[in-house]
């Protein structure tokens, strides 16, 4: 049997919203930009962007005053560092307009710029009255997109330097993605349990256990209740992914996906493949490598669990994007 095409292979590309100064747009405070080349090169090619800056976007001028977050005790204040300007309200008012058109676009992911009082997602420092950096928490502006959208994933630009974390954003976007074309289909009992078999062996790589927690939400689900088992399908699928697939959970799939079909192979080719798990476990090779293998076995003896599974047939533009950048 011949594996072609990823389970759902024939999506358009992503469309992320991003910080527009991180792909090189001179809209800073000082007139700069804060390019970042792993999203304008590495994954450029395989994404479509939607640029936003919050600052310019609800009037203000470049080069302007810089600003930061004041208060800690309640939401903070968007206030400037020298005149005292307080830009709270300008940038609440553009957000709420910003974010019902964003919403119209259907974004898959967003890509924040770390540190900044108005776009970052964690780390913009938060001043005391008095002046002194006293907290770290979100951007103005990202801050009130991810109460919005909970479950579009999102990371900053710092964090994606991370391999692991990356990987994960990577995936939850492809995740989305195809949770949304579910959604957006006939939607049915069936579909919900063809989506959670398609994703076994990828939920088992970020939490074993979520693998039967999730069927099970899935199995209950009748169509009379449909709506709600599968939002709370959703979210629990969306915190078992925020969870980190280690190494040693990875070796954990590839060795269960090797016993589907270990009573078939040789010796030799038994052993190759149990190297390359170890190679990758130990850090000698990429997690693409056993994969690869995996995929060859699968296409010469056919296995239909396996050949529907997302973690080994990933997207074209997902299998790129994890093992390109
Ligand atoms: S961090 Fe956000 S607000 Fe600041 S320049 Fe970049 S996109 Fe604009």
Redesign the pocket.
Known sequence: MTKTASPAASLNKPLLGV????LGRP???DGGH?LDRLLRDGYGPFVDWVP?????ECGLPVPREAMRLVGLSGPPRLVTVRSGIDHTDRMRNWSAKRIARLERMNLDGFVF?SR?P??AMRDAKRYSAAGVPSAKGP?L?AAAFMEHFPMIPVEDEGRLNDDGIRENFIERVFVFRRWKALRSGDFSVRGLMDFHADHKLLIMSHHPARVSALGSLAASARPSGLEPAAGRYQKLLSDTLRLAATKKKHTNVLHHAMGYFKKRLTPDDKAELAEWITRYHDGFAPLAAPITLLRHHIRTFGEPYLERQVYLYPEPAEWMMKNRV
């Open positions: 910080s527009a100064c991180l809209v800073r405070y804060k936003v800056c919050p600052e310019v710029k900044s108005s776009s951007g502006f």
